[in-house]
Structure formats: C-alpha cells, structure tokens
C-alpha cells in the first residue's frame, strides 16, 4: 500500500469530497426528476439479521429497495440486463453485439475465456506498473534505504517457489511482503475494465467474496502467496467444477491461514476451517440444526444416512477430519522439520486417525492420508443443502438479493445434475441467465461499490491505470479488495450500500472519475463528441453510452433540460470546450442516478 500521506492523493480528496447538500444541488438540482435524494423517500424497516461490520457510517437515512426508485416506461431489453448482471457493465457498443449475435451465443462464447484471444487486456496487464512506496526501514538488523518507484505486475505469473523466495529472504520491510496482494487488485481492476471475457471476470469476483479472505491481516504467507490462489484456484475453477475449487480452496496457503487450519492438530483439532467450510462454503446457516438438535442421530434424515442438515458435531468431527493439512513453512512438527517451499504440506503426525462421523457417515480409523479431510469435503460438497445455499447465493449476485424460489429450484436442478461436470458452474449460470425469472427481477438488486467502478471505466471507455488512489476509492466506498474484515463477504443485500453515506460516497467517486487523475483514470481526449444537431440526441447518446439503454421519458426530458441549459442557441460544434465540460457534467449525472446502480 502506498503512503498514507502521499500529498497527490491527499489534495485530491480535499477538492473532491462534495457534502450531501453539494451532491444533491448537482445531481437532483439538475435533474430534479431523476428521484434520487434519499431523504425523499420513506425509512426501511429495521432488518432482523446481524450487519456486517463496515468502513461505512449509517446516518439512520436509508433507500429503500431500488426498484422504487426507477420509473420507467419499461424495463430494459434483456440483453442490456444481461450486460449489467453477467458482466460489469457495457461498454459503447456491447449491447448491440449481444443483440446481434443472440445472449445465449453470447453465454456460450463467455463460458470458454482464451487470454490469447484478448489482447487489449493482456497487453496493459503486460504494460501496467504500480507504486511501491516506503520510508527507510530497519527490519531486525537489516537496514533499508527508500523506496518510491513504479514495478511492472511481477507476482501475477510467479510460481510458488519463486513467491515463496519473499519468505525466505530475511528481514523484507512489510511493504515487500503485501505488493503481491495490490498487484493482485491491480490486476482485477484492468481485467474488470478491458478483459472480453466479463463473465470470468465476475464470478472471480463473486467466488472470491464467497471464500472471503483478508489477506492484509493474517501472516505474511497469506499475502505471499495470494497470487497463487487468485490465479490457481479461483480463476482457475470460476466457471468449472465447484467440488474441485472447494478441494483446492482447503489446501490453499491464504485459507490455511486465514482459518487457522495450518496449525490444526489432533488434541484438540482448531474448528475455525471446519466451521465455516459447513455455515459459509457450502451448506450454510439455513441448514445448521444445532437450534433445534444437539445430537447428529435427532436430524431429520440422519438415521437413513442422508441428513438434511448439520449440527455442531458435525463440525467437531470434521475439523478432527483436516488436523495436518497445513503447508509447508519450515517449522518443527513433532520430532520432523517440515520443508521450507511454501506448497501444501500433509503432515501425519499432526492428524487425528481415529474413528469419526460427519453428516451421518461413519469414518473407519486409520484410513489412507487424506482420505478423512477429502470424505469431508464430498460429503459437504454432494450434500442438497449445499446445492440450494449456493446456488441462491449465485442468483443474488445475477438476479436479486431475493430471488424468485422458483428461479433457485431451477439452479439447483442443474447443479444437482451435473455435480461431477468439468463445467458444471456455468451450467447453472446458463440456468440462471435464459430462465424467465432473469428478466422479471430488474432493479430489485444494487451494485457493489466494484461494480460501479468498473460499470463507470466501461462505459465511459476511460484510460485506466491502477493505483492506490483507486483502491483507496473502493475503501472509502466500504469495500477495499480483499480486505473484507469477517469471512462471511460483502453483503449482496441492498440495505447495506444504500444508507446515505453509502451513496454519497458513490457520488463523490463519479465525480472525480468524471474529472480524471493524471496517469490513472482519464476520460477519452479528446471526448468522442455525437454528431447530432438537437439535444434529444445528444442526451440519448450519453444514456446508451453509460446505461447501455435510454431513459425513461420523465428522466430524459431531465437531462435534455441539463445539458442544454447553458446553450440557448442549440447544439455547439463538438470542439466548444464549454460543451465538452457541460457534457462531462452529464455523463456525471447520469452515473449518479439510481438507473446506473442497479441490476
């Protein structure tokens, strides 16, 4: 992470930072039927769940869900939907694409990404630098001069022993041993941006919130070898096999570490790993019975072998299950030095081999290294509960934070049948995308603060180069990149983006996105200008451009209102600088509505 005093960015946040009187007299004044002043609109009802912690406050003044907040003629097409859900946004021209070559062709083609096929994006990943900025440093009796210097992205295609040399080379300063994870970030950012293949794009994003890790505040190995599991595990298996993902998850140095089961040995066993691989990998809170049985035989189903849900001892026999998966860091085990490569390690002297039962099975002592620990991960993998938990948690993410039941049954169908398929992730996803539920839910659903990063980039087909400046931006909007404090992940539920502050700190963002940084995010230069004589054109140029579709009337009548405001005379040449600046104020409008948050 860069300097926190780094005096670019501080001033920029200074001339930035609107209150939300400014925000409102900007966006609402300007457009006052665009129906976006939270304070408008009535209180929500307390919700009953717990809420996540956050970098946000919450004034008390909230939205309620977003579909109140869009009028409009009609729903959008379904292929302009699509774009917003199954990939970050479009960018000028996507929509039309889809339309013309057909969405479920579209799928298909998303469902097989070839990098070498998608050449923008691989050249500015192979372009792309990123400040590394520390004071002089003395780390044990190692001393270390400054650094302010920008480095290529080196860590993304590292092998492990090469990412593990970090760790084996004494008395690195810290910001060494966290450059792996902002190149990481760095990374997502310029293929949220550029990459054709938006729907990988996406689901390493959903699959990264769903096996949450915080990687800036476990050990140094989690950071170092954070690429690794970007790369290896969840980008690997996105769009694949969600059983092959959950074993390469459990033997990943970040979740080893995140969820103590490094250190996880018989008597006692550390829980942490096995707790959350049941309430939070797979089968979930709404399947933990522990309420109502204490007893595994007293769940409903147990005695046929086939329970329909878990109870805690389940659990605690599920963590005896995985005592010596660790990896390999060197230390001393019982009487052995492990290696020192940073690889997976199993460890038998730290596993417990006695007999033991999950979800109904019984384990036999003694069985083969591993086989507890990979038993464990079938059972909870092929387990039904598991299949409705995240196939849910997948259609909140492409559909609605409620989704339709019926919609939810249909994945889970798909997933259930093809449980052992290569690609049984996008199977579902298929499911999900061409049922009719996919259309009747727009707007019930709000974008997360990456997704209106990359839906602004996109659209307004922005230079970007990432850094800290950007991270900085999703931090203040309460979701800097991997670095969500509980394993749960960020919320899909609406109420939690939208208090006031929440949206404020959206509006602020556009803003200065709107203005550009210098070498990190600038509009086109010069702006591609329309070529329309009246400014019903000009206005619905700019909506396709940001929203991928037009207005509704009343908002539309609105912007035309705005961006002719200042032109009695009509329409400028496309060089009148003054027209150039008024039209960036509307792309900024426009990103500002609710029309441009939703999906």
């Not at 199954?86 to 070559?101: C, L, Q």
């Not at 040995?265 to 109502?292: I, Q």
């Not at 038998?348 to 002592?365: C, I, M, S």
């Not at 912007?559 to 104020?585: C, H, M, N």
């Amino acid at each position: 992470m860069a300097s926190k005093d780094d005096p670019e960015s501080s001033s920029l946040k200074k001339k930035s930072t609107l209150t939300r009187r400014q925000s409102l007299q900007t966006a609402v004044g300007a457009a006052t039927a665009l129906s976006i002043g939270s304070s408008l609109l009535p209180k929500p009802a307390k919700a009953a769940v717990k809420r996540p912690s956050s970098d946000l406050t919450d004034s008390g003044e909230s939205f309620t869900s977003p579909n109140i907040l869009v009028h409009r003629d009609a729903n959008p097409g379904l292929e302009e939907m699509a774009m917003h859900r199954i990939a970050f946004g479009p960018r000028p021209g996507d929509v039309e694409r889809v339309k013309e070559m057909g969405l479920e062709n579209y799928l298909h083609e998303q469902f097989h990404p070839n990098d070498a096929d998608d050449q923008e994006c691989t050249q500015r990943l192979a372009d792309a630098t990123l400040l590394i900025n520390y004071g002089p440093q003395k780390v044990g009796k190692y001393q270390h001069p400054a650094v302010h210097e920008y480095r290529p992205l080196n860590t993304l295609n590292q092998s492990t022993a090469d990412l593990w040399k970090l760790m084996t080379t004494p008395g690195l300063p810290q910001p060494e041993l966290y450059r792996p994870v902002d190149e990481v970030i760095a990374a997502k950012i310029i293929r949220g941006v550029y990459s054709k293949w938006q729907l990988r794009e996406v689901m390493t994003d959903f699959w990264h919130n769903h096996f949450s890790i915080d990687a800036y505040v476990t050990n140094n190995a989690s950071m170092v070898m954070f690429p690794v599991f970007d790369r290896d595990v969840i980008r690997k298996h996105g769009l694949g096999n969600f059983r092959e993902m959950l074993g390469d998850v459990a033997k990943s140095v970040p979740m080893l570490v995140y969820l103590n089961n490094f250190e996880s040995k018989a008597s006692p066993a550390n829980e942490n790993f096995a707790r959350e691989l049941f309430e939070l990998h797979t089968l979930g809170a709404e399947h933990y019975y522990n309420a109502l049985y204490t007893e595994w035989d007293k769940v409903p189903g147990a005695l046929e072998g086939h329970p329909v849900g878990y109870v805690d001892q389940d659990v605690y026999e599920a963590a005896r299950a995985f005592t010596g998966w660790t990896f390999a860091n060197g230390v001393y085990g019982r009487g052995d030095r492990f290696p020192n490569t940073g690889e997976f390690y199993y460890y038998d002297k730290w596993h417990d081999p006695y007999q033991k039962r999950v979800l109904a099975q019984q384990f036999d002592p003694y069985q083969p290294p591993m086989s507890d620990g990979e038993r464990v991960l079938d059972l909870v993998a092929y387990h039904p509960g598991t299949a409705h938990f995240v196939c849910k948690k997948i259609c909140k993410r492409l559909v609605s934070p409620n989704p339709p039941e019926s919609l939810v049954k249909k994945a889970v169908h798909t997933w259930m049948a093809f449980q052992k398929d290569p690609y049984q992730i996008s199977r579902v996803i298929h499911t999900i995308v061409m049922a009719p539920e996919f259309k009747q839910t727009w707007a019930e659903g709000i974008k997360l603060p990456f997704e209106v990063m990359m839906g602004f980039f996109r659209a307004t087909k922005a230079n970007v180069m990432p850094e800290q400046s950007l991270f900085n931006d999703l931090a203040v909007m309460g979701a800097r990149e991997f670095n969500w404090p509980t394993p749960n992940g960020r919320p899909y539920d609406s109420y939690h983006w939208t208090g006031t502050s929440g949206i404020l700190t959206r509006w602020n963002a556009v803003q200065r996105w709107t203005r550009g940084q210098k070498d990190v995010i600038e509009l086109p230069e010069p702006l591609e200008m329309p070529d329309a004589t009246d400014w019903d054109a000009v206005a619905a140029h700019w909506e396709r451009n940001i929203l991928g579709r037009t207005m509704d009337t009343a908002s539309h009548n609105s912007l035309v209102e705005f961006i002719s405001a200042p032109f009695p005379k009509g329409v400028p040449q496309t060089g009148d600088k003054p027209y150039i600046q008024r039209t960036k104020d509307l792309i900024a409008v426009i990103a500002m509505t609710p029309d441009f948050h939703v999906r």
